[in-house]
């Protein structure tokens, strides 16, 4: 089997080999892709280096999967013609995602909404990936009616870039030659994700909008949203309100996301424990604490949600469904 992976040399994509490897899917041939500055390089997958292509030559060698990170244009341009060559695309950009012709998948959720004829798939935003994940067993239960979501995204979210940002102005290297913000995000919070758009909001909050909506299969949850960039290297967090159609225990609500595969419930407030990005680093778990009822309306509830957005944020979301269309398509 051959697998290319688009975009190998940047954060997600060398990610993503890392993750096939953890998922065992070693025994590939591999086709690390990148933009024609990385041709020639090398990237380490199952113990060996394997030489950086071209998008073009991996086309030619027509994989079996092609997973993308690589930014919307080089998906927009690219996926299709990896496609016409009979090949599945896991996508991690925005590009596909809301098109009705590509489902935007989460594995433990709804990868029913692949079908045979499917060759583009698209791998959700982080924020909305980690969210679903909490709220898709308390929207089964209860039917959700409306969200209202602050998210406290790291700067791993921006790529290398925001990493180098963050880096070099922690060390005093102000301005910082490499950037992803408009302003410096050491020492500060930035309320800006992605474009504003005229009603003032941003890309980053429209897509957990319109990706949640779509993922949950519900377009009458109502959803508003305010994304901010934090000074944190890696793992985003996410204070969710919740409100649902029909009454619930918290009891109730804590079983259901304890039984929910992929999802790690942490919250004793008796020994401060609840989840934080530190310790969400490197895990392929969502976590969810501080779990409690909003007493201001009749079925709410916040949660706060917290994983790591390059892991099941990106890389282990797209590496996962590989994995199970393989499963699938063997059976
Ligand atoms: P390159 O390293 O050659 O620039 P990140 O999000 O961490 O910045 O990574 C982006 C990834 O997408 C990198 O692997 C980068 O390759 C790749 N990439 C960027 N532009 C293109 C392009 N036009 N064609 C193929 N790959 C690209």
Not at 68 to 92: E, I, M, R, W
Not at 98 to 121: C, Q, T
Not at 297 to 311: A, E, F, H, Q, T
Request: proline share 6%.
């Amino acid at each position: 089997m051959k697998i290319a992976v688009v975009g190998a040399t940047g954060l997600v994509g060398s990610k993503m080999l890392r993750l096939m490897e953890e998922y065992g899917l070693t025994d590939v041939e591999l086709l690390p892709a990148a933009s024609e500055r990385s041709v020639g390089k090398e990237v380490e997958f199952a113990g060996k280096k394997h030489k950086v292509i071209s998008v073009p030559d991996a086309i030619e060698a027509a994989p079996h999967y092609a997973i993308f990170s690589a930014g919307g244009g080089t998906s927009l341009q690219y996926a299709p013609l990896f496609a016409q060559k009979g090949c599945t695309v896991v996508d991690n950009s925005s590009a596909w995602r809301m098109d009705k012709n590509v489902p935007l998948v989460v594995p433990e959720i709804n990868i029913d909404a692949v079908e045979d004829h499917h060759r583009i798939i698209a791998n959700p935003n982080c924020s909305t990936i980690q969210m679903v994940m909490a709220l898709a067993p308390i929207h089964k239960a209860f039917g959700i009616e409306r969200l209202v979501i602050s998210t406290y995204q790291s700067v791993s979210g921006s790529g290398m870039k925001g990493l180098q940002q963050m880096e070099n102005e922690e060390k005093g290297i102000i301005p910082s030659p490499v950037t992803a913000y408009h302003y410096p995000i050491h020492h500060n919070v930035i309320p800006h994700g992605g474009d504003f758009d005229n009603q003032g909001y941003t890309t980053e909050e429209v897509k957990l909008v319109n990706e949640t909506r779509k993922i949950l299969r519900d377009p009458d949850i109502r959803i508003t949203a305010t994304v901010v960039r934090v000074p944190v290297s890696g793992g985003h967090s996410e204070a969710v309100n919740v409100e649902t159609k029909k009454p619930f225990e918290l009891d109730e609500v804590r079983r259901l996301l304890s039984q929910m595969p992929g999802v790690i419930v942490v919250d004793d407030p008796s020994r401060n424990l609840y989840p934080m990005p530190l310790y969400a680093y490197d895990k392929n778990e969502v976590f969810v604490g501080r779990i409690r009822r909003d007493e201001s309306v009749k079925n709410g509830m916040n949660l706060w949600i917290v994983s790591d957005n390059i892991r099941k944020g990106a890389a282990t979301n797209a590496v996962q469904i590989v994995c199970k269309l393989i499963e699938r398509r063997r059976s």
